[in-house]
C-alpha cells in the first residue's frame, strides 16, 4: 500500500506538480521539525478511488502545535499566517511564489471533539491523529496519509475506511454521530450520489424521527451551507431527490418541494452569454420558482437567505406568474418590465419557458440606448427635468420597437420632441 499511496501522491493527474511542490515543502519542513503530518479527509479518499484532488480539498493535520508549525513556513516562505488559538488551527495565506489557484491552506492540530447537547458545535482539545480521525464523519472520510520523513506514504486506517470504499459504503462512525450532527446526514447522501455509493443499513436507519427532529433544529445557515454544497454538486438534482425521498425536506420546512427534474439540466449555464454563472443561486431559483409568494418569504427565511438572493428567487417566481401578460407584448414593455429584476432570475424564466423575448432582452434589448444624451439635450437648450427623461425614453423607445431605425430618423424625432416642449 505505501508503494501505491506514493505512487498515487506523485501521479500530476490526481494531484496538480504546483500543489505536489507545496505538499512536499510541507512535508520536509515536518521532517526537519520533528513533527508527524498528514493529509487527511478528502484528499486521501479521492487518491484511493484514483480520482483528480481539487487543490481546495487538500487538508494537513500536525501531531503538534499547527500554529507554530505555521510560523515556520512563514518564515522560510513567506505569505502570512491568521492564528486561531481556541480552535488550535492556523491559516496560511500562500505566497504568490507557490504560483496556485489555492489561496490559503488549513494548518491543523490533530484534536478531539466533544459536543456538550445534540446538534451543538463541538469544543476541541489538541489530541493524536488517531483521536483526530475518530472525530470525523464517515469511515471514508477518516483515513489519513503520514508525510513526513521516511513515514511518507504511509496510510493510516483505523476505522477501516479503504474497505467501505472497496464495498462502496458511507456508514456513520458510531450510533449517535447524526444526533451529535445532522448535517453529516446530508453529508452522508452527498457521498452516497457522488459516489453512486450506498448508505450501509445501519447507518439508513439512523435517519430517523429523532436525528430528523435535531436536524430541524439547527440554524437556517448550517441548513444552508448544506444544500449550498448540494447545489455545488454534479448530481445536485438527485441528491436532492434523495434527500426528498428519506422525508428530510419536511423537517427543514414544510413548503419546501422537490427539486423538478426537468429543471436539472439548467443548473449548467450557459457561459456564452454574457450573465455571471452562479450555480448556487440558479439552484435555489429553479427548486422554489413554482411556490406562492409566501411560501418563498417564508423558505427563504428559515433558510437565512441574504436579501440579494431572496430578491433573486422571489423575482424569478414573480416573472414567471407574470409572464402570460407580457407575452405579445412589444420589446420596449418587456424591456421596461424586466429592467427592475435580477438579470440571473430572467435567464432562469427563460431556461424553464424558453420564451423567445426574454432572450432577446438578455443579448439585445437591455443594451439598446437612443444615441442622444443628457448632455446632447442640454447642448439643444433645454434645462435638466422630468422632461427630459420623458424624451430619452420616447427615444428609446422608439428604437426598441423598431420605429427608428438610424441616427438621422433618430435626430428628425428629437427634434420633433423638443417642438412639442416648447
Ligand atoms: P468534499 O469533496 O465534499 O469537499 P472533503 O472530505 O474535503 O470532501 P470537507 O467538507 O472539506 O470535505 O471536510 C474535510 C474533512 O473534515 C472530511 O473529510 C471529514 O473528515 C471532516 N468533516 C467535515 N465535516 C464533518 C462533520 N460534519 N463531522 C465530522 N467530520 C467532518
Redesign the pocket.
Known sequence: MQKDLQRLLRDPNLILPEVQTLISNIASQATELNMPCYLV??VV?DLLLNLPTHDS?I?FVFEGDAIKFGETLVNKYGGKLTHHYKFHTAIWHLPSTFNLQLETLDLITARKESYEHAGALPTVTPSNIEEDLR???FPI??MAIRMDGDHFGELLDPLNGEADLEKKLIRVLHDKSFLD?P??IF?AIRYETRYSFNLEPSTLNLINAESLSVLSKLSGERIRNELDLILDEEKASQIILRVANLGLLSYIHKSIPEFKEDYSDFLDMDSRLDIPADRRTMGYMLWFIDLSEEEIFSICNRLDFSNELTLAVWSAAQLKWSLQHLTESKPSVWTYALEKLPLLSIYAVYLISRENSLLSYISIWRHVKAHTTGDDLKAQGLTPGPRFREILSALRTAWLDGVLTSKTEEEEMLKKLIAENQ
Do not use: E, I, V
Open positions: 479527509g478528502g479518499r480539498d487538508d472525530r470525523r464523519d472520510n477518516a450532527d448535517t453529516r453529508r
